[in-house]
Structures are given as structure tokens and as C-alpha cells.
């Protein structure tokens, strides 16, 4: 490539756009674009970019000497997710590929080709084949390594190819697989090549009736992994007998070789300060091939226990020698714990009682389907651990490796499930191919002190999509197989199934469907439900409760069921069409799921035998069963939008669960607007695990209250309040013992007067700190008084040269979605010094449009 290609291609590669202080040492500034190259286009979100030319071709150079070179190391491994090329083109056949009309386009790895399209207005989503390419360069091979490419999961199915040789291919998403190249690999360039497939697939679980999207994609990292080729190929650390006094250890290893070699095997166990707590050597004959081998340690005294509070980790490091040389060494973390279901509850961890505290995580996010990188998998389930939660069921399939590392390190006891989501039960390629994806999915996860549970599925039974593949006897058969799988593998774990009865007896723990004031019942029942299921089931644990909520809606009257729905119902039924529940006739306000959540805490803490719930769900997440939901194609149960932003129900949770970090939140900072006749109080609730909160309306203490979990609502930390017309300023104060601890404020602008019927939108916005502008739309009466009750749906939509940031599912970040108290929000991406004009429409108002000025502030 010539210079200038080579500059192009790091501006392209490398360059992070950064604010520029324009001085001289910073380098030279080259105002340009590079749309010149490759036909890739401009970046217009920078069209005015400031590239500095020093700092990039630094870069570049840095990057080309990464290089795969012969090293002393035993062990290596290469990330390489940048730099990557998708073709979105439905081909099947790799020798096809040179006829496509279609674009090569630049990616980075994890990438899914259903970020946007999923949760877009038109029915349906992209399930089809893409293609992945990928070049890297070898400076030299070293014949004694194995090189080897793992693919932590690629949706649905793949076919892996290098150099133009097919090299392998994987059946099955969610779990990862490695391919050996090390006869295909050459010295100089190599090109990988990936053929990814989400089509639809009867032969491959979850099923197309599953209530969630079957995102296609590389949607996790990709490694080179280089080995020697005698070496370490699987690990399996478990501990038969832990107690407080000792702990014992199980170790099963398989080492392939290309020799047959006498050797020794060093284990050494090491504690979180490094220091060596037991050696163990072990000499063994390897025969040219696979060998399995077993050992029993000695046991350690003392031992630190893994748990929620101290999750504490050991490592356990193999190394192999032979002929007075080290072959293979490799290090794994694992941790000592026991724990046990008694009969009709509680759960007990390390022989103390712990009352299971849980959610429910997609793996999902606005912008990105689930292609999540680990530092948003990490943040995802820091926010869970934060909020006090001591357990999450990771629904409904195998997660990123980074989330069962990060749930080892923060300590989160986990529900780790195959993807056997509704659909009944398949043919004979249906059944191998799941009971496969079982086995890996136990062996990948199997070292994880976290992982309590294997799940065998979800809703099983449900819209059978072949014929008797909901035939009773046929399930119970199949869920007995997946179970003994289980068991075989791994003994020191217990299986579990959620909604399907007649297995109930088949699996060791067991959740029935209880949604108690959503789909089903009214919430006040919860405390029956849990009861009634506590007697019929000796290994019980409730997964699965809650209601969806829409940002900023809320109601002075949540319609919570009494009087309309039969209070001693609480499953979820099949079909929905002639149910009477709260899902359809409820308001979808953040204040009936607060005062649902609180009830079912209030209850669930309070239960002596209980052994826990997970709340359904912790994020709102994509769905292609929930056309009309507030945001369309949304799962709104979350107790954080789809980009983590909190909603008033994560604080609930936070006062009953986290007890460290002190806070108050008054319900809510989106609850600013409301109304009232004169003289009628309004009931104000404060959230807190403070001891003691004193609560202020417009400078005046309006009292303190002790906090008691056994009083709803808040815990008993609620106030009458007697609004001021205009605004309102209410204070919270958290103490302990006489300190102030915790303080919240929020403004309430308050009218005695109802509003009147909506006459018209009204339009504006403000620049953020991103550069786009934010657009808020409010539905106004004659009087230009904001219309809280109006929650239509409206569309918005854009002319000129800015866009609509729309396609995120997102209360912000979506052109069609219903409106929360007469408010809705957009953002617009615009051009510098260009006009933007963006409208709002609904079905009973005439529409409304703003002209944004893309002025550089």
C-alpha cells in the first residue's frame, strides 16, 4: 500500500475522536475526511473531524507489530475482534461470495446484524446468513504449538473457513467452540472467514416462540489461542466435602498430546494472597491422544468460603513436565461453598440460612442487541449486585464467559439455563443437538462457585411446534434425560425447571408460574401464592414475578385489580385473548410496579421458611411478541431501561436488599407533575435503607419515621403531604442514629385544577452533552396546561439533513411510543448550520413540528 493508504487506513482503524486543544506539540492537524478511500464513506458525525496525524500513524505502526511471534511463553492468546469485515448478503455457499452486489462493511467484534432492525417498526427482524472476514498476519510458526481458534458464540450456527479451507463449524448459540488451524495456518497472511446463520431452525433451540429476539450474529470475543501440543485441554475443580474446618478436592483433567511421554503433574492450590496452601504431584503415563485423569487432594483446613458477602477465590494451577521440562502450565480460579434446598424451604449457603434475592438478566441492550462487550456485561451485573440482589437466573440461555466471571468475583449465586425455551420437543436431530448444547454448557461453566443450578428450560410444553412435541410422556421422557446428563456431570449441583408441572418431580428444585397482580390475581395474594406453592413443591424457589412499567408514567389511582379479577389466580396463561389481568387493563405505571414490588418484598423478607424469588426482569430487553407495548417490540418489566438507566423500582429493591450504601429516594423525580382538589392529601413514599427519615415539604418537616419492613407501603415510610398550588419542593433526610446520612430532592408542580381534554402539542428542545438535541414533546389542553392523562401513542419523524436517534427501544431513543403524563422525548442527530424539522403526530391530535438550527455552540 502506498503512504497515503496507510495514513487512510489508521484514520479509519484507530482514531478516537477527541476535543482538540489546537497547540503545536499536539502534532499536525490534518482537516480532512476519507471518503476517498475504499468508498467507505464519511464519518457524519465528525464531518469537520481533527485527526492528528503523529498520534495516529503511532497507532498504526503499534499495531502492526502485534504480531503472533515464537515466544518462551508456554501458553498465549490473541483477542481479535477489531478490524473486521460483514456482508449482510443471504449466500450460502462460500465459493458464491464473488458474485454479491453487495458492501463489505467495517466492523469490530461482538457485532449482531440485529441492533436496530429488531426492535424497528416493521414487523420482523433479519433472520438470515451473513458473512465475517477477517485478516491477520503470522511472522513465524512454531511447529511444537497448537494454534487454535475459539469463538466464545456465534448465533445461531456457523461454518468457520481459513485460507479458503473449511476448518469448521458449530451447531448451536450461546455457548463457545474452538476450531484447530494449525495446518491451515501459513506464515504472512491469513484470512478468516465466518459464516454466521440465525435462520429460522426447528433442529435448534430456543424456538420461534420464544419471548425474546434470536439475535444473529459474532455476537462475543474471538481468540487465537496458541498451546503446546502436550497440553491441559479441560479442567474440572470440584469439592465433594467443604465445611468450615476443611475442605476436600476433585480434580478431572484431560491433556490431548501428539507423545507418549512419562510425566509428572504439579497441582498447587493458592488462596487470594498468593501464598501456597497445598501441593499435590502426581506422576502419569500420557498416551498420544486424549487422556482423562483424575485426582483427589488433600484437604485444606480452614478454608476462606465462597458466598454473596465474601466471595472468595482460589486458584488452582496445573503444571506438566516431562524429561526435567515444563510442558503445559495454566491456572484456574474456582471456590469452596455448600449449599442446600431443604425440604418446603429455606435455602441454605455454607450452613446459614440465606433468603435467595434475585432477578433475571437478558443478555440485551439499546443499540447493540447482544452483542455486548464485558465491560457493559460487567456493568450489567455490578448494577445487580449494588442493588443487593444475591442470585440472578440467567434467562433463558448461557451468558458471556465475562458474566459468570464477573458473578465469581461480586459474589452472585447464579441460575444457568439451556436455551429450551417453549416449542415442545423436537425429532431426533432437534433432540441430539440440545443435548449436546447441555453438555457444553455444563462443561464450559462447570469451575463457576457461582452456578448453583442447571436449568433444563423454560415454559416447556408451550406452542408445541411440531406435532406431539407436547405430548406429556414425550416431555417428562426428555426433561428425565436432560436431567440425568446433569447429574452425571456434574453431582454436586442441583437441576431445576420453571413451568412445566409434570416435571416437577423430575428436576430437584422446582418454579411454578406465580405473577400475582399482572397476569393473574392481585398482588395482595402474593402471600397465598407463595403458601400454596410451599406445601405441593419440597424444593420450591419462585422465578418470575413483576410488572411492566413506562418511564414517567404514573397515576394518582393505579388500577391494581380488587374487584375485577379473581384474587386466588397467579399463573400465567397460554393465551392471553379472553384473560382479565393487569397486564391489559392496568395503566403500565412506575407506581402500581413499585407498590407491587414492595408488597412481594415485604412478604418474601418476612417469610421464616422462604427460600427466595428473582424478580422478572432486571433490564427491559427486545421481544418480537409485544407489538404494542408502550415501546414497541419492548419487554418493559425492567427495573432499568434498555440502556441501565434506573427506574423508581430499582430502589425499592436497593432499600430492602443493600444495607451498606445509605441512600433515600422519594417516589419520583419523573413524578413532576400532578394534581388534586383543594384540601386532599396526597400520600408521598420514601425509599431507603436508612434507619430513620425525615421528610420536608417546602422547608417544613413533616416528622420522622422509623423504617419496618413489615409495614407497606415503604416500609412504613410514607407521609401524608398537603400540596401548595405551584411548585412544591419535597426533601428527603435519611439518618443514623442522630447523623445525617442520605438526602434526596425533588420538585412536584402542582395544580387543584384538572386538566382539560389535549388540544395540541407543544415542542421543544435543549443541546446534551453528546451534541444531539433532545426533543420534548407535551400535550397540552386550551389552557396550555399539561395534559398527565394523556398516554397515546405518537410518532415523530425528521426532514432536512439531521436524523431521528430512533431504533433503541428506549424511552428517549424511539420514533413510536405511547406518551408517559403527557410527555414523550426524541433524540435528533443534526448537521452543523443545517436545518432540522422534526414533527410529532397522534391519532386524535393534529400534529405538531420544531426547526432545529444545527448551530455549533
Excluded at 210 to 220: E, H, K, L, P, V
Aim: hydrophobic share 35%.
Amino acid at each position: 500500500s502506498s503512504a497515503a493508504d496507510k495514513i487512510a487506513e489508521s484514520l479509519i482503524n484507530n482514531y478516537t475522536f477527541l476535543n482538540s486543544k489546537r497547540e503545536k506539540d499536539e502534532g499536525l492537524l490534518i482537516h480532512t475526511v476519507y471518503n476517498y478511500h475504499k468508498n467507505w464513506g464519511v464519518d457524519e458525525s465528525f464531518p469537520c473531524g481533527d485527526y492528528y496525524f503523529t498520534e495516529t500513524l503511532e497507532k498504526y505502526n503499534a499495531a502492526q507489530k502485534k504480531k503472533l511471534k515464537k515466544t518462551e511463553n508456554l501458553r498465549g492468546q490473541i483477542l481479535l475482534n477489531e478490524n473486521w469485515f460483514y456482508l449482510e448478503d443471504n449466500i450460502q455457499n462460500r465459493e458464491d461470495l464473488v458474485n454479491s452486489t453487495k458492501k463489505w462493511e467495517k466492523i469490530n467484534l461482538p457485532h449482531s446484524w440485529n441492533k436496530f432492525d429488531a426492535v424497528d417498526p416493521i414487523p420482523g427482524y433479519r433472520r438470515a446468513t451473513s458473512w465475517y472476514e477477517k485478516e491477520f498476519t503470522i511472522d513465524e510458526i512454531d511447529n511444537s504449538k497448537l494454534y487454535k481458534l475459539y469463538f466464545e458464540g456465534v448465533n445461531i450456527s456457523s461454518e468457520i473457513f481459513l485460507n479458503n479451507q473449511k476448518v469448521g463449524s458449530h451447531v448451536g448459540g450461546y455457548v463457545g467452540f474452538d476450531i484447530d488451524i494449525t495446518n491451515e495456518l501459513k506464515i504472512g497472511k491469513n484470512k478468516i472467514l465466518v459464516k454466521a446463520d440465525n435462520s429460522i431452525n426447528l433442529d435448534i433451540i430456543p424456538s420461534q416462540v420464544s419471548d425474546f429476539f434470536i439475535y444473529g450474529g459474532i455476537t462475543r470475543d474471538v481468540w487465537l489461542k496458541v498451546l503446546p501440543k502436550t497440553n491441559f485441554s479441560h479442567l474440572k475443580i470440584s469439592s465433594p466435602k467443604v465445611s468450615n474446618e476443611s475442605a476436600s478436592t476433585k480434580v478431572d483433567c484431560e491433556i490431548e498430546s501428539d507423545q507418549e511421554v512419562n510425566s509428572e503433574i504439579k497441582i498447587s492450590i493458592i488462596d487470594k494472597n498468593q501464598g501456597e496452601v497445598l501441593t499435590s504431584n502426581h506422576k502419569v503415563y500420557i498416551i498420544k491422544g486424549n487422556n482423562k485423569l483424575n485426582f483427589e487432594l488433600d484437604e485444606i483446613k480452614n478454608p476462606e468460603l465462597w458466598s454473596p458477602e465474601n466471595p472468595n477465590l482460589y486458584k488452582i494451577k496445573f503444571e506438566l513436565f516431562a524429561n526435567n521440562k515444563k510442558l503445559d502450565e495454566t491456572i484456574e480460579k474456582f471456590g469452596y461453598r455448600w449449599f442446600e434446598f431443604k425440604d418446603n424451604g429455606p435455602f441454605y449457603l455454607n450452613g446459614k440460612r440465606l433468603v435467595l434475592r434475585g432477578t433475571h438478566r437478558h443478555e440485551d441492550h439499546a443499540g447493540l442487541a447482544n452483542a455486548l462487550t464485558n465491560d457493559q456485561h460487567r456493568k450489567d451485573i455490578r448494577m445487580i449486585k449494588e442493588m443487593g440482589a444475591n442470585f440472578v437466573r440467567l434467562a433463558h440461555y448461557p451468558q458471556d464467559p465475562e458474566v459468570y466471571k464477573t458473578c465469581d468475583e461480586l459474589g452472585l449465586l447464579v441460575w444457568d439455563e439451556l436455551p429450551w425455551c417453549r416449542g415442545g420437543v423436537g425429532d431426533s436431530e432437534w433432540k441430539e443437538n440440545t443435548k449436546r448444547l447441555f453438555v457444553e454448557m455444563i462443561n464450559q461453566n462447570y469451575n463457576h462457585p457461582s452456578i448453583i443450578i442447571w436449568s433444563v428450560g423454560n415454559e416447556v410444553y408451550w406452542l408445541p411446534e411440531r406435532e406431539n412435541g407436547g405430548n406429556i410422556d414425550t416431555l417428562k421422557e426428555f426433561t428425565n434425560q436432560l436431567v440425568n446428563i446433569a447429574h452425571d456431570l456434574d453431582p454436586g449441583r442441583v437441576t431445576s425447571i420453571r413451568k412445566f408441572y409434570e416435571g416437577a418431580d423430575i428436576v430437584d428444585v422446582f418454579s411454578p408460574s406465580i405473577w400475582a397482580g399482572w397476569y393473574s390475581g392481585v398482588y395482595k395474594s402474593y402471600e397465598n401464592a407463595i403458601a400454596d406453592a410451599q406445601k405441593k413443591y419440597k424444593k420450591f424457589f419462585h422465578a418470575e414475578y413483576g410488572a411492566s412499567s413506562h418511564i414517567g408514567r404514573h397515576s394518582e389511582n393505579p388500577i391494581t385489580g380488587e374487584g375485577f379479577v379473581n384474587p386466588d389466580e397467579w399463573s400465567e396463561n397460554e393465551n392471553q385473548v379472553k384473560v382479565q389481568n393487569i397486564a391489559k387493563i392496568g395503566d403500565w405505571s412506575e407506581n402500581y410496579a413499585v407498590d407491587l414490588f414492595d408488597w412481594h418484598l415485604k412478604t418474601s423478607e418476612t417469610n421464616k421458611n422462604f427460600t427466595g424469588n428473582a424478580q422478572w426482569a432486571f433490564k427491559d430487553f427486545g421481544t418480537p411478541l409485544r407489538p404494542e407495548n408502550a415501546i414497541p417490540y419492548m419487554n418493559q418489566k425492567g427495573l432499568v431501561d434498555r440502556e441501565g438507566n434506573p427506574k423508581d423500582a430499582y430502589y425499592v429493591f436497593k432499600s430492602y436488599w443493600n444495607e451498606s450504601d445509605k441512600f433515600v429516594y422519594i417516589e419520583s423525580p419523573t413524578w413532576d407533575e400532578r394534581s388534586g382538589p383543594v384540601n386532599v392529601q396526597k400520600e408521598i413514599c420514601v425509599f431507603s435503607n436508612c434507619n430513620e427519615v425525615e421528610l420536608f415539604l417546602n422547608t417544613k418537616s413533616l416528622g420522622k419515621k422509623k423504617k419496618d419492613i413489615t409495614k407497606f407501603p415503604a416500609s412504613g415510610l410514607s407521609w401524608e403531604v398537603s400540596f401548595v398550588s405551584g411548585k412544591n419542593v419535597i426533601e428527603a433526610i435519611g439518618f443514623g442514629g442522630n447523623e445525617k446520612i442520605a438526602e434526596h430532592k425533588i420538585d412536584v408542580n402542582y395544580s387543584f385544577e384538572k386538566n382539560l381534554a389535549a388540544e395540541k402539542f407543544e415542542l421543544s428542545s435543549e443541546r446534551l452533552s453528546n451534541g444531539n438535541f433532545l426533543v420534548t414533546a407535551i400535550a397540552v389542553d386550551k389552557d396550555n396546561n399539561r395534559c398527565v392523562d394523556f398516554n397515546e401513542k405518537i410518532y415523530f419523524s425528521s426532514e432536512g439533513s439531521g436524523n431521528l436517534i430512533c431504533n433503541f427501544g428506549t424511552p428517549t431513543k424511539s420514533s413510536i411510543i405511547e406518551m408517559a403524563n403527557g410527555k414523550a422525548q426524541i433524540e435528533v442527530n443534526t448537521k452543523p448550520f443545517e436545518k432540522t424539522t422534526v414533527e410529532i403526530r397522534s391519532q386524535d391530535l393534529k400534529g405538531n413540528f420544531l426547526v432545529i438550527n444545527g448551530i455549533i455552540e
